[in-house]
C-alpha cells in the first residue's frame, strides 16, 4: 500500500473528507433549531428560549470554528493532491466552489461574527436577523459544494476544447438531478444528526435533573419529533440517487470512446475500493436501520416526562412535568435517556458510510467517463505520499478530538457555561481600556 501513492491519496482524501463532513452536517443540523429557538424568543420576549439560543449557539460556534479550519485544510489538499483534477476540469468542477468560497462562506462568517458579539449591543430583530442570513448561507455552502460534487458523478453543462473542460451551461450544472437529490439527501441527514445531538445533551441533563428553564425537555420534544420523520426523508432521498449507479451521463463520449469507457472500468477494478464500498453500504444500512427506531421509541417515553403525564402517567403514577425532575430521576426514567447518549454516532456512521459506498461506486472516474483517479491525482514518490498522508491525517485527528472535547465539556456544563453564556450581574467585568483618537 505505501508503494502506491494512489491508494494513499484515496484513503486521505477519505479520511479528511469524513471528518470534515462530521463538522459541516452538524452545523447544518443545528441552525435551524437555533433560529426558531430565537425567532420564538423575539417574538414572545421569552428569556427562557434566549437561554436556550445561547447555549445551543455556544456548541454552533465551536463546530464551526473547526470546521472552518479543517475546510481550509480540506481545500488545501484538493490543489496540492488532485492537481490533474484541476488542470483538465478547474474552469468547471472549481467555479462552484469558488463562488461557495467567495460568497457564501465569507457572508457566513462575516454574520456569525456579528451575532457572535452582537448579544445586547443591536436591536432584537437585527441580532435575529444575523442569524438567519448564517442559516441560509450555510445552506447555500452545501448547495455549492454539493454541486461541484454532483458534476463529478453525473458531468453536464461542459465543452472540451484542446482537452480542458469550459463550462458552457450553466443552468445544467445548477439543476443537475445528482447535486439536486444529494442536497436533499445531505440536508435531511443533517436534520437527522442536529436532531440526536439535541436530544443526546439532554438526555445528560435530564439523567441528573437539570431543566430549571425546561431547555432540555423542549429539546427532546424536537429531537423525538425530527426522528420520527427525517429517517423516512433521508432513506428516500438517498434512493433516489441509485439510478446514477452504472448510468451514463449525458456527456459521455466527448473524452472517451464506448470501447475505451469499457477498457478502462474493467481494468480499474481493485481489491481496496470493492471492500471500502462493501463497508460503506454495510455501515448506511446498519446505521439508518437503527434510527428508524429512535424517534418511536422517544415518543413513548417522552409523554412521561411532560407536563400533562396522561393515562399511562397516572396509571404508573408518574410525577407530571417539572416535579419529575425536582431531585434525581427515577432509575426507570434513567435508563430510558441513557441510550440517547450515544445515539448521535449512528448517523456519523451512516453518513460517512452512505458516502464512500456513493463515492467508490464511480471508480475508476473522478469525473464519470472523462477523467480516471489515476489521471486526476499529482504525480509523487510514494515517500511524498507517506508525508501527505500522514500530516494531513494527523492535523485532522487532531482538530476532531479538539473539537468533540470542546463540545462534549460545553454540553456538559450547560445553559451557565457555555461560550455565549450570559454573564452574571455580580460577576466581575474589566474595565474596557480608554481609545485614544488623534
Same mark, same amino acid.
Given at each position: 500500500?505505501?508503494?502506491?501513492?494512489?491508494?494513499?491519496?484515496?484513503?486521505?482524501? =477519505? *479520511?479528511? %473528507?469524513? @471528518?470534515?463532513?462530521?463538522?459541516?452536517?452538524?452545523?447544518?443540523?443545528?441552525?435551524?433549531?437555533?433560529?426558531?429557538?430565537?425567532?420564538? %424568543?423575539?417574538?414572545?420576549?421569552?428569556?427562557?428560549?434566549?437561554?436556550?439560543?445561547?447555549?445551543?449557539?455556544?456548541?454552533?460556534?465551536?463546530?464551526?470554528?473547526?470546521? $472552518?479550519?479543517?475546510?481550509? !485544510?480540506?481545500?488545501?489538499? *484538493?490543489? *496540492?493532491?488532485?492537481?490533474?483534477?484541476?488542470?483538465?476540469?478547474?474552469?468547471?468542477? %472549481?467555479?462552484?466552489?469558488?463562488?461557495? @468560497?467567495?460568497?457564501?462562506?465569507?457572508?457566513?462568517?462575516?454574520?456569525?461574527?456579528?451575532?457572535?458579539?452582537?448579544?445586547?449591543?443591536?436591536?432584537?430583530?437585527?441580532?435575529?436577523?444575523?442569524?438567519? +442570513?448564517?442559516?441560509?448561507? %450555510?445552506?447555500?455552502?452545501?448547495?455549492?459544494?454539493?454541486?461541484?460534487? =454532483?458534476? *463529478?458523478?453525473?458531468?453536464?453543462?461542459?465543452?472540451? +476544447?484542446?482537452?480542458?473542460?469550459?463550462?458552457?451551461?450553466?443552468?445544467?450544472?445548477?439543476?443537475?438531478?445528482?447535486?439536486?437529490?444529494?442536497?436533499?439527501?445531505?440536508?435531511?441527514?443533517?436534520?437527522?444528526?442536529?436532531?440526536?445531538? &439535541?436530544?443526546?445533551?439532554?438526555?445528560?441533563?435530564?439523567?441528573?435533573?437539570?431543566?430549571?428553564?425546561?431547555?432540555?425537555?423542549?429539546?427532546?420534544?424536537?429531537?423525538? $419529533?425530527?426522528?420520527? +420523520?427525517?429517517?423516512?426523508?433521508? +432513506?428516500?432521498?438517498?434512493?433516489?440517487?441509485?439510478?446514477?449507479?452504472?448510468?451514463?451521463?449525458?456527456?459521455?463520449?466527448?473524452?472517451?470512446?464506448?470501447?475505451?469507457?469499457?477498457?478502462?472500468?474493467?481494468?480499474?477494478?481493485?481489491?481496496?475500493?470493492?471492500?471500502?464500498?462493501?463497508?460503506?453500504?454495510?455501515?448506511?444500512?446498519? =446505521?439508518?436501520?437503527?434510527?428508524?427506531?429512535?424517534?418511536?421509541?422517544?415518543?413513548?417515553?417522552?409523554?412521561?416526562?411532560?407536563?400533562?403525564?396522561?393515562?399511562?402517567?397516572?396509571?404508573?403514577? !408518574?410525577?407530571?412535568?417539572?416535579?419529575?425532575?425536582?431531585?434525581?430521576?427515577?432509575?426507570?426514567?434513567?435508563?430510558?435517556?441513557?441510550?440517547?447518549? &450515544?445515539?448521535?454516532?449512528?448517523?456519523?456512521?451512516?453518513? &460517512?458510510?452512505?458516502?464512500?459506498?456513493?463515492?467508490?461506486?464511480?471508480?475508476?472516474?473522478?469525473?464519470?467517463?472523462?477523467?480516471?483517479?489515476?489521471?486526476? $491525482?499529482?504525480?509523487?514518490?510514494?515517500?511524498?505520499?507517506?508525508?501527505?498522508?500522514?500530516?494531513?491525517? !494527523?492535523?485532522?485527528?487532531?482538530?476532531? !478530538?479538539?473539537?468533540?472535547?470542546?463540545?462534549?465539556?460545553?454540553?456538559?456544563?450547560?445553559?451557565?457555561? =457555555?461560550?455565549?453564556?450570559?454573564?452574571?450581574?455580580?460577576?466581575?467585568?474589566?474595565?474596557?481600556?480608554?481609545?485614544? @483618537?488623534?
Amino acid at each position: 500500500m505505501f508503494e502506491d501513492p494512489l491508494i494513499l491519496m484515496r484513503l486521505q482524501f =477519505g *479520511l479528511t %473528507a469524513a @471528518t470534515h463532513y462530521m463538522f459541516v452536517a452538524l452545523t447544518l443540523g443545528l441552525a435551524p433549531y437555533i433560529l426558531f429557538n430565537q425567532l420564538v %424568543a423575539t417574538r414572545r420576549g421569552d428569556r427562557s428560549r434566549m437561554t436556550a439560543v445561547r447555549f445551543w449557539g455556544g456548541l454552533y460556534v465551536v463546530n464551526y470554528g473547526m470546521g $472552518v479550519l479543517s475546510g481550509l !485544510v480540506m481545500e488545501l489538499q *484538493l490543489a *496540492l493532491n488532485w492537481s490533474g483534477l484541476q488542470q483538465t476540469f478547474g474552469y468547471s468542477f %472549481a467555479a462552484p466552489l469558488a463562488i461557495e @468560497t467567495m460568497t457564501a462562506f465569507f457572508v457566513e462568517s462575516t454574520f456569525l461574527g456579528l451575532w457572535i458579539f452582537g448579544w445586547d449591543r443591536m436591536g432584537r430583530w437585527a441580532h435575529l436577523f444575523c442569524f438567519l +442570513v448564517v442559516t441560509v448561507t %450555510a445552506y447555500s455552502s452545501a448547495w455549492w459544494v454539493l454541486v461541484s460534487n =454532483g458534476f *463529478l458523478r453525473h458531468p453536464v453543462g461542459f465543452e472540451v +476544447v484542446d482537452g480542458i473542460a469550459h463550462m458552457s451551461d450553466p443552468v445544467a450544472m445548477l439543476t443537475n438531478p445528482a447535486a439536486l437529490h444529494a442536497f436533499a439527501h445531505v440536508v435531511t441527514g443533517a436534520l437527522a444528526l442536529g436532531a440526536l445531538v &439535541v436530544g443526546a445533551v439532554c438526555a445528560y441533563h435530564l439523567m441528573r435533573g437539570w431543566d430549571e428553564t425546561g431547555v432540555f425537555l423542549r429539546g427532546i420534544r424536537y429531537s423525538a $419529533v425530527m426522528m420520527c +420523520v427525517m429517517p423516512f426523508l433521508v +432513506v428516500t432521498f438517498g434512493g433516489m440517487q441509485y439510478r446514477f449507479f452504472g448510468q451514463d451521463p449525458p456527456t459521455s463520449g466527448l473524452t472517451h470512446t464506448a470501447e475505451q469507457i469499457e477498457t478502462i472500468e474493467s481494468a480499474g477494478e481493485s481489491l481496496f475500493v470493492s471492500a471500502a464500498n462493501t463497508a460503506g453500504e454495510a455501515a448506511m444500512m446498519t =446505521g439508518w436501520a437503527l434510527m428508524f427506531l429512535c424517534g418511536p421509541l422517544m415518543m413513548l417515553v417522552f409523554p412521561l416526562l411532560s407536563k400533562r403525564r396522561g393515562a399511562l402517567g397516572r396509571m404508573l403514577r !408518574v410525577a407530571p412535568g417539572p416535579a419529575l425532575f425536582a431531585g434525581r430521576p427515577a432509575r426507570w426514567i434513567r435508563w430510558s435517556l441513557a441510550p440517547l447518549l &450515544v445515539a448521535p454516532v449512528l448517523p456519523y456512521l451512516a453518513s &460517512v458510510g452512505g458516502w464512500v459506498f456513493r463515492e467508490t461506486n464511480r471508480q475508476p472516474w473522478v469525473v464519470v467517463h472523462h477523467l480516471t483517479t489515476a489521471e486526476a $491525482v499529482t504525480p509523487m514518490s510514494p515517500g511524498a505520499a507517506v508525508v501527505s498522508f500522514t500530516l494531513f491525517t !494527523v492535523a485532522f485527528a487532531v482538530l476532531a !478530538v479538539v473539537t468533540y472535547r470542546l463540545l462534549i465539556r460545553y454540553g456538559r456544563r450547560g445553559p451557565e457555561g =457555555g461560550p455565549l453564556a450570559e454573564r452574571s450581574e455580580a460577576e466581575p467585568v474589566e474595565p474596557v481600556a480608554p481609545v485614544h @483618537t488623534f
